[in-house]
């Protein structure tokens, strides 16, 4: 044995068993795998290491001094974007699923590692290598849980694939990098979506029981630009809550201890990101981040509709309030969550500001997190992107 696999040595961990970053875990999967071998190098719990990893994947660093850089990672373009025709049952227009298709269809890779759900539970998540469209499409739409996508990799080693792509949120991403090297490929595509605010499967069930009125029939729901979290039904129904009326003294625990100290929010070291937060209502927001992102992109440009991104308003007051908000646990009653969602609605951060404020006050929020419970890793945890984005405001003790 080499010292490029010496790690087909090393043992996986049983599933259940306590994992080297303990409650930070975020069951990427690395450690279901051989590859916990490189855990200390790899786990962006254990070893945060985006800015050095920023620099190989894309061949140079973050210019921090860019504001767009600062927010959203290294970057050629940025553009919202909708399928023209969309993927019924996605979790928005289906760009992800078209994107992975076409590079299988094309012969760009011979595998897809994306996340189905098991036959009992449509959120518990079942991460597999895909080798036809239509296992690619049974993955559609997201599983709002943590999901261990990078347990699948000792099973590409051993078939033998020489291209892969991978779709996958941050944590995951960023173990990938730290360990692509060694998994025998000669190309990795990564195809990324932004993440924020996960849970456990019992976490999520908590948050569908005390925020819908019909938790056993949601099929998907996402946090979207109009400030409401939009729930879709087994019967086509749609329900909207208010963000401001969401019970935040129950729902501040249901986070996991992973994702209250994540700032990898946008996903930086995939090859390009797909998720909604920079754009107007109901599009898309494509982040393009070097020529592979490029040539990923250029394979679904005719059956998307795309245009430039924009931004209005100012997010800054509505942060700085926010932030001793959610601190205090405030609930607003339901019928004066109503009228903020619509007064800010009308007034509040569009397009990448809007953006802009959901990062802002996520990351003051984990920021205080990691300090209060993790206070010896606020230094080295913290990249220094995210600590010039919390400098810009006053947070409590
Ligand atoms: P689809 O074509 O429906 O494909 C979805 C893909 O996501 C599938 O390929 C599947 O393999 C993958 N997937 C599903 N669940 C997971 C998971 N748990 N881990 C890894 N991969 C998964 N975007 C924002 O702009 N702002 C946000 O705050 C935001 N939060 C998110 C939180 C979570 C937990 C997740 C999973 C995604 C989040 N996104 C966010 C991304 C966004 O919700 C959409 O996933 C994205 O826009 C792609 O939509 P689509 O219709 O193109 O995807
Ligand atoms: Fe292992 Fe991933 Fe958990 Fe880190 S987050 S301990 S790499 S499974
Ligand atoms: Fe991973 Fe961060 Fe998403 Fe949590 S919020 S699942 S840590 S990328």
Known sequence: MTSIDSHKKAKALKPGSVRPAKELCSECGLCDTYYIHYVKEACAFITQRIDELETSTHKRPRNLEDENELYFGVHQEMMSARKQQPIEGAQWTGIVSTIAIEMLNQGLVEGVVCVQNTKEDRFQP??????????????????????PNLSVLEEIEKSGMKRLLVIGVGCQIQALRAVEKKLGLEKLYVLGTPCVDNVTRAGLQ??????????????????????????????????????FGLKTNVLKDIFAPSCMSCFDYVNSLADIVVGYMGAPYKWQWIVVR????????????????????????????????????????????????????????????????????????????????????????????????????????????
């Open 126 to 147: 079942m991460p597999i290598i895909a080798r036809t469209a239509e296992e690619i499409l049974a993955a559609k739409v997201n599983k709002p849980t943590l999901s």
């Open 206 to 243: 908590k948050f569908l029981e005390t925020t819908s009125r019909s938790p056993e029939t949601v099929v998907s729901y996402e946090f979207m630009q109009d400030f409401r979290v939009h729930f879709k039904h087994e019967d086509g129904s749609e329900e909207t809550v208010p963000f």
């Open 290 to 397: 070097n020529d592979t992102g490029k040539e990923m992109l250029e394979l679904v440009k005719d059956q998307i509709d795309t245009q430039p991104v924009m931004s209005k308003g100012d997010r800054k007051p509505a942060v700085q309030q926010s932030i001793p908000a959610y601190d205090q646990a405030v609930t607003l009653p339901m019928w004066a969550a109503k009228l903020m969602g619509v007064v800010i609605d009308k007034i509040g951060p569009k397009g990448l500001e809007y953006a802009r404020f959901s990062i802002d006050s996520h990351f003051a929020r984990n920021y205080l997190y990691v300090k209060r419970n993790h206070g010896e890793k606020l230094e080295a945890h913290v990249p220094e992107f995210a600590k010039r984005i919390v400098g810009q405001y006053k947070l409590p003790e």
